[in-house]
């Protein structure tokens, strides 16, 4: 497993309930060994404090942790002190995202792109975060086309990303094909898939449809035929999910990054069905 890089996301707990419950979670799948844990982080402050009271819990648990950090939005000084609390609280991973716009909110802030935000991380911090970067193997939803993402991904790559997470899909070959591409490109970081588990069909189209990751037809098709059965979407679904990623690994995948939703099971199953340790 040295030269494979495991991980996996949280999200920000809202209440005192879910923060008890995350610890939970973090304690159980530390028992895993993974690499880091990343921290999802809200557009203007919305759960900028959370993003830094659950990094700063998981790394006090003796686990590594990388807060999301988004740019869209924000000022240069509002990064800068950012960059500055999380240094001072020992971290040294991030995942730069361009992130959505605050509600309500019309103007972009002092950086436009995910690249400007990781080349300005690289100016005022030089080699102190490892950054990871987002990639869309079946390209990203307000992307013109795929060459035009391909584009954005490879300056962020050249701004001085050192590894990239993707966003899910369930189509092999939209992830090996999205790799040879940039590989084409020049670039040779670590493009990691992220992994999503199947626990419930209605709320998992909804959010695919709104991020613009694919659920193949069949997959739809036979998660749609199980109807209010969470036990039978359940099992397919980790079927399916367990299959992805031993097809990901077999063809030279570096790693997996798990989106936990928060959850202990559903990714502790496909991680043990994939003998991982």
């Given at each position: 497993?040295?030269?494979?890089h495991?991980?996996f996301e ?8 879910g ?7 973090h304690?159980e ?6 690499e ?8 203007g402050?919305s ?6 009271d659950?990094?700063?819990a ?5 686990s590594?942790a990388a ?22 609280r020992?971290?040294n991973r ?5 992130g959505d ?14 690249n400007?935000l ?6 005022t ?26 584009t954005?991904?490879?300056r962020?790559v ?9 966003q ?18 020049g670039?040779?970081?670590?493009i990691?898939?992220?992994i999503?588990p199947i626990?419930?069909?209605?709320k998992l189209a ?11 037809r069949?997959?739809?098709k ?5 109807g ?9 679904g ?8 031993s097809d990901?690994?077999d ?18 199953a496909?991680?043990q069905?994939l003998?991982?340790?």
């Open positions: 497993m040295s030269d494979r495991f991980s949280f999200f920000p707990p809202k209440t005192d309930r923060r008890e419950k995350l610890l939970g979670v304690r799948l530390a028992e895993l060994n993974p880091f844990f990343s921290v999802t982080f809200g557009a402050g759960t900028r404090d959370g993003t830094l659950t990094v700063t998981i790394q006090e648990r003796g590594a807060p999301h950090i988004s740019c869209i939005g924000s000022s240069k000084s509002e990064i800068d002190q950012l960059l500055n609390t999380y240094q001072e020992g971290i991030l995942v730069a995202l361009r716009m605050p509600s309500g909110q019309y103007a972009a802030g002092d950086f436009a792109y995910a400007d990781v080349e300005h991380i690289r100016t911090t030089g080699d102190h975060f490892h950054i990871e970067v987002a990639a869309y193997p079946e390209f990203h939803p307000q992307a013109k086309n795929a060459e035009d993402d391909l954005n991904f490879v962020k050249n701004a001085g990303a050192n590894s990239a997470i993707t899910y899909f369930y189509n092999l070959d939209a992830y090996l094909r999205f790799v040879e591409a940039a590989q084409g490109r670039v040779e970081i670590p990691i898939p992220g999503m626990t419930n069909y209605s909804r959010f695919s449809d709104a991020c613009g990751a694919e659920i193949p069949w997959i739809r036979r998660l749609e035929a199980y209010d059965d969470s036990d039978s979407i359940k099992a397919f980790q079927d399916i999910v367990t299959q992805l990623c990901l690994l063809n030279g995948a570096p790693g997996l990054h798990f989106y936990t939703m928060n959850q202990t099971e559903p990714n502790r496909i991680w069905a003998n991982l340790g």
